[in-house]
């Protein structure tokens, strides 16, 4: 089968406090270097998701993969999907797209069931994994390249991706269902997952004082400003400072979000906006310019 992959990286890890999934050691090796030795054989692949924090040699991009980011950050692994087969478009293309998550070290035990399923099969449009008790798993799964890119494009004329799950873009292909080894599609997505997997988890306890200390020090913050009654979604004001430190530099982080915090507290100074909103609409606007400016190099006017 000649295909190409596209390995989705990019969620949040709420879960995991925040900790990149693919930088999670498993036998050896990370997450991510599990995700790509499964989808061996790829005449292309591409990785969708954030640089992973550290520049170590075991989570840096084997020379040749690619590497993209849904539109806008965190949207779901569909539109990750989507960015995913946008970057492949300058790739050779293949018949047929293997999905893959990187949180599910044993999903190899799968992807060759995939293929001896689809050779069987000439008239479909995807196979897709079923795990041991009957669970659907759409990030374990190939699918036509050509179906993918219709399905794409139809989302993105009507609602969009943003948010939306994988089973609705894939709901109007004709997909395999493939029984795989138990294991296969087992995943990461909390600490008690990664313990019962033997993950290396020892990060944990080091993400939580983190997490702890994070919401302290903005409460002393706010008690030093006298703000004590508002209230900051630290998850965001991170995610933005990450996407300005993607898009423009790592320093352009602290500013970004100094600079959305400061316009915040002006709107919200002159009675034109809540708390809130006032907050909500800053680090937007703080977002959508660092992907401006990423994408054009310049400064937006």
């Known amino acids: 089968m000649e295909f190409n992959a596209v390995i989705l990286a990019g969620g949040r890890a709420t879960r995991l406090g925040g900790v990149p999934k693919p930088s999670l050691k498993y036998d050896g090796g990370t997450l991510l270097t599990h995700a790509l030795q ?19 040699e ?43 998550a990187c949180d599910m070290p044993h999903a190899s035990r799968g992807v060759g069931l995939l293929w001896a399923a689809l050779a069987s099969s000439p008239n479909v449009e995807g ?8 669970r659907k798993q759409p990030l374990l799964g190939a699918y036509s390249t050509a179906a993918l890119e219709r399905e794409v494009a139809v989302a993105s004329e009507g609602s969009g991706l943003t948010n ?18 138990a294991g296969s ?13 033997g993950i290396n988890y020892e990060l944990e306890a080091d993400v939580k004082s983190q997490e702890e ?19 900051v979604d630290v998850n965001e004001v991170l995610a933005v400072a990450g996407v300005a430190a993607h898009s423009v530099v790592r320093p352009a982080a602290p500013l970004t979000t100094f600079i959305a915090g400061y316009a915040a507290g002006m709107a919200r100074g002159i009675g034109q906006a809540s708390d809130d909103a006032s907050m909500n609409a800053a680090l937007e606007l703080a977002r959508k310019v660092a992907k401006e400016y990423s ?3 310049t400064d937006p006017e």
């Open 38 to 56: 499964a989808a061996r054989g790829a005449s292309a692949v591409v990785v969708v998701g954030p640089d992973v924090p550290g520049g170590s």
């Open 58 to 100: 075991s989570t840096q991009l084997p020379v040749g993969v690619l590497q993209a980011r849904e539109e806008p950050v965190f949207a779901g692994p569909a539109a990750a999907i989507a960015a995913g087969l946008a970057a492949l478009k300058n790739s050779p293309s293949t018949p047929w797209t293997l999905v893959l």
């Open 127 to 134: 196979a897709m994994a079923v795990s041991p008790d009957g």
């Open 164 to 181: 939306s799950s994988v089973f609705r873009l894939l709901a109007r292909l004709n997909v395999l269902d493939v029984d795989v080894p």
């Open 185 to 197: 599609t087992d995943d990461v997505d909390t600490w008690e997952d990664a313990a019962a997997l």
């Open 213 to 231: 200390t994070l919401e302290e020090w903005c409460r002393t913050l706010l008690q030093a400003f006298e703000l004590e009654g508002v209230e």
């Open 295 to 297: 994408e054009s190099g």
